[in-house]
């Protein structure tokens, strides 16, 4: 295993997640599961390792991912997110967010010229060998039969225990009735916990959902095109006139020019 002196590598190792840099994957090692990462969250995943354990400015990953074409602070953000949800659930926990500079690397990455081979996490190795070397009962003939007078014990306890819950129930017949009456209070009682945990966890989901994929700017829609600031009357009529003439996922404005960006958030100034 290498350490942290070839950022061209093109394998990278952050603990349990494995990254190909010219397949454009990560893999978490514990449960095999793959995601598919865009070439502008590859570039600022690499970035992030490359600079680590200093901060990354976001003026730096807008002048080197997006070099020659304008970048917004949506559109950052937009990426940022975006390579976090590809990192399972340790996107937040590996990416943080340093206020008014940029972002931050929490784990050291290890660079490799070979894909890993250890796919296994090492405590999961270690269980399974510390289970492998304990004896297991079939290696103590003698633990898998009880003596036979423990055995016999044993019979005549569930003989006679067997007979006093039969000689009870032909004494109560009445009580069937109030079994199968707190049985049917129990089951809805059940039911009434299980519909609250499954509201309470499908609410957790739409927040997160919403968390991810909302952006944080703010958006204004015209059509299949999101502006991302709020236009007054006068740009009203050339926003319709532009969004009528060209394909733009998103329009933004800085200061009195606008910009048009395509699905990959790349960005051109709009001519008027």
Known sequence: MQNNQSPTSPYISLQTLEVSVNELTIRQTQTGALNKLRIKEMELLKILCQNYPEVTLRKELADTIWAGTYASDFTINQTVNGLRSKLFDLGKAYIVTVPKRGYKLTVEPEYHETEPTNSVAPQALGEEQSASSDPTPFQHPGSMSPAPEAANSNLDDTIEGTGK???????SPSNTGQIVENDRNSLSHLKSVRFY????????????????????????????????????????????????????????????????????????????
């Open 197 to 272: 945990l499954s509201a309470l966890c499908a609410s957790l989901v739409i927040v997160a959902m919403l968390h991810w994929f909302l952006p944080t700017d703010t958006a204004y829609s015209m059509g299949d095109t999101t502006v991302l600031f709020i236009p007054d009357d006068s740009e009203i009529e050339v926003l319709e006139r532009l969004v009528e003439q060209n394909n733009y996922q998103y329009i933004d404005k800085v200061k009195e020019t606008l910009y048009g960006c395509d699905e990959n958030l790349v960005c051109s100034k709009i001519k008027q």
């Open 165 to 171: 819950t039969l000689s009870q129930q032909s004494q």
